[in-house]
């Protein structure tokens, strides 16, 4: 038995998608219908199914058409939310691209909406496949290690050269995508982190809006997070380095993880250093710390993988690997960062969602048209260091 799946939205990521069902890499999901506003992407999804399956100019007209038991919707990020209802109103289960939505204020609704439902709900955030994300999340959540202290992340291996923002229309504008590195890679770095570590309490952040670009959405971000349990963490992204690093670090009061070159290493203090720190007699003296690389073992499916755990989902109740509610979690660090930036100031969680989207509204009013020939892109290699 297989899921019968519509893709609303066929552009790099959907172009992905697409030709992984057709060329039968899911094996409980068959594709029955697409929706793309481009005419010239139809004949090309046509070419591709050889006529076999439904196409549409408007993924609203998809939905409603009864050709499919769920969609995935791959559109620009302000029709997640919007496209999500949709399909729940019409009894559809609904697989979402990341970001869940531009603002939380209609995530939220949007989360709702897939409660009353009943419907499956799953978020496209393919890294927590990844056994190495999977390992940190168990450790963290294992208390083996003790509380955390310090959270980490310089996370510069998102390089984007010009062409790509010129690539497509919606491209790094605010109308159009509603923000630049935090909207478009970061949200799987910002799923990850608070799926690990857990939600701040307060972000206070400086987004450098087409500093490094041609562009009018942020390009280059530091934000520094407080914990409710005292811990303290840097989050540090851009999409002009190169070379970049990806190095994700956490220490904990008796040692600390590393993810870094596809390593996890672990450096494990003889006992806690918050007990050493009262009971020493030495100033200066340090506990001994043994290294050594902790074991990765796991298939890492990505994409696919999330795919076909969401068609289990419908088919056998299987557990999701990213529930769809989970996405606002992610939205509401960049909402935080970027308001934070806009108004130069500490902004305490939970956040204040109207206040926003008024901000937000201020930037789409001054937002640039953009005109041009889209391009599509093989999405191949482009996640950065261990992010496909």
Not at 363 to 385: F, L, P, V
Request: charged share 25%; hydrophobic share 35%.
């Amino acid at each position: 038995m297989k899921v019968k799946i519509g893709i609303v939205g066929v552009g790099n990521i959907g172009t992905r998608h697409l030709t992984s069902i057709l060329n039968g890499n899911i094996g409980n999901v068959e594709i029955t219908a697409a929706a793309d506003r481009k005419e010239e992407r139809r004949q090309w999804i046509d070419e591709c199914a050889k006529g076999q399956i439904r196409l549409f100019a408007e993924g609203s007209d998809l939905i409603s058409s009864g050709f499919c038991d769920a969609v995935l919707i791959a559109t620009p990020h302000y029709e997640h939310p919007i496209l999500a209802m949709e399909a729940f109103s019409q009894g559809l289960h609904v697989l979402c691209e990341k970001p869940a939505g531009v603002y939380t204020k209609i995530v939220r609704q949007m989360n709702k909406e897939a409660q009353k439902s009943g419907n499956v709900f799953a978020l496209m955030f393919n890294q927590r496949t990844d056994p190495a994300y999977r390992k940190m999340y168990e450790m963290v959540h294992s208390g083996i290690l003790g509380k955390i202290k310090r959270v980490n992340w310089l996370i510069t291996d998102w390089y984007r050269s010009q062409i790509y923002y010129d690539s497509g229309n919606w491209r790094a504008t605010w109308e159009g995508e509603g923000g630049g590195v935090l909207l478009n890679q970061c949200p799987h770095n910002l799923d990850l982190i608070q799926w690990i570590c857990g939600m701040p309490k307060s972000v206070q952040a400086f987004c450098h809006e087409g500093k490094w670009h041609n562009i009018e959405v942020e390009d280059d971000v530091t934000a520094y997070l407080e914990y409710p349990g005292g811990a303290t963490g840097v989050f540090i992204t851009t999409t002009a380095d190169m070379p970049g690093t990806n190095r994700f670090e956490i220490t904990f009061e008796k040692g600390k993880l590393v993810y870094e070159d596809g390593r996890l290493m672990l450096h494990r203090l003889e006992m806690s250093e918050r007990e050493y720190c009262f009971a020493a007699t030495e100033g200066f003296e340090k506990l001994p710390c043994n290294i050594e690389e902790i074991a990765i073992s796991g298939e890492n499916t990505q994409h696919d993988g999330i795919i076909s755990n969401f068609a289990d989902a419908i088919l056998h109740h299987a557990p999701l690997i990213a529930e769809g509610e989970e996405g606002i979690l992610g939205l509401t660090l960049s909402n935080a960062m970027h308001l934070s930036s806009w108004l130069n100031c500490k902004v305490t969680l939970p956040l204040d969602e109207k206040l926003f989207l008024e901000e937000l509204n201020k930037k789409r009013a001054g937002s640039r048209i953009k005109t041009g020939t889209e391009i599509y892109m093989d999405t191949s290699g482009s996640y950065g260091t261990g992010l496909t």
